[in-house]
């Protein structure tokens, strides 16, 4: 399998930090004309240490407790590694995503796709049992957050410049509620879910899906503004 450029935070863990980063380029011309498929993605939950305090041979207690809980949250992750960057650790596990096409018939077998669906170019979908899975664990553990980011790292290589319209979006981090920037060719842009779309994806009950990116259209001139 692929793997998928998106980020995933995950700060309603039980663990220290909860800065979680999954991050792979995302062609737009292979999501916008290659059929739905599955790829994998990265998710890389924060942690105090790799190793335990005492004996760094032996794993943290911080890190068997997210080997632990990811996979009650993403029931086919599949732990990778841990490591430090800086001052920072890190527990890596691999899920998988669906990205590409997406039809009237489609079957969406992953808790977790990104697709575009006739004239809306981007869009991201999860699915109720993942949905489920969090509302679990958030009442399991008492708490009442869950901070839930998706960040797309999206390279035009499509041949010619790209003009979309854009929903509630981060921007190469400028926001964006409705905005209608062009992403050039060869050029790739980060994209980071706004906390509205992100909210979405988890806090109702059911699959839920947001759109990133259409077909530019002028919204003033259509609705008469």
């Known amino acids: 399998m692929k793997k998928l450029i998106i ?4 700060c ?6 909860c800065k979680t980063q999954v991050e792979k380029d995302v062609s737009l011309k292979s999501l916008l004309n290659t059929p739905l498929h599955t790829e994998t993605a990265l998710l890389n939950v924060e942690v105090p240490a790799c190793g335990d305090h005492e ?32 001052f920072e650790s890190f527990a890596s596990f691999e899920i998988p995503v669906g990205v590409g096409v997406v039809e009237e018939n489609t079957n969406l077998e992953n808790d977790i796709n990104i697709y575009r669906f006739k004239n ?8 109720a049992t993942l949905s489920n899975n969090i509302k679990k664990y958030l009442k399991k553990s008492y708490k009442s957050n869950f901070n839930f980011e998706i960040v797309i790292n999206l390279k035009n290589d499509t041949g010619e410049d790209a003009k979309f319209n854009a929903y509630s979006v ?6 964006l509620t409705l905005g209608r920037p062009t992403l050039k060719n060869n050029e790739t842009v980060k994209l980071k879910l706004g906390n509205v779309s992100s909210d979405m994806l988890w806090m109702y009950e059911g699959e839920s899906r947001t759109p990133v990116l259409s077909t530019q259209i002028d919204l003033d001139k259509m609705l008469g503004m």
């Not at 980020?7 to 995950?10: A, R």
């Not at 309603?12 to 930090?17: D, E, I, K, N, S």
């Not at 993403?74 to 732990?79: C, D, E, G, T, V």
């Not at 981060?170 to 926001?175: E, V």
């Open 55 to 86: 004996d760094s041979r032996k794993p943290s207690s911080s890190l068997l407790e997210a080997q632990d809980q990811i996979p009650k949250v993403f029931p086919q992750a599949k732990y990778k590694e841990c490591y430090k960057i800086k």
């Open 120 to 127: 809306r170019l981007l869009n991201v979908r999860t699915s």
């Open 12 to 17: 309603a863990l039980a663990v220290a930090g």
């Open 170 to 175: 981060y921007w190469d981090g400028a926001p």
């Open 7 to 10: 980020t995933l935070t995950f």
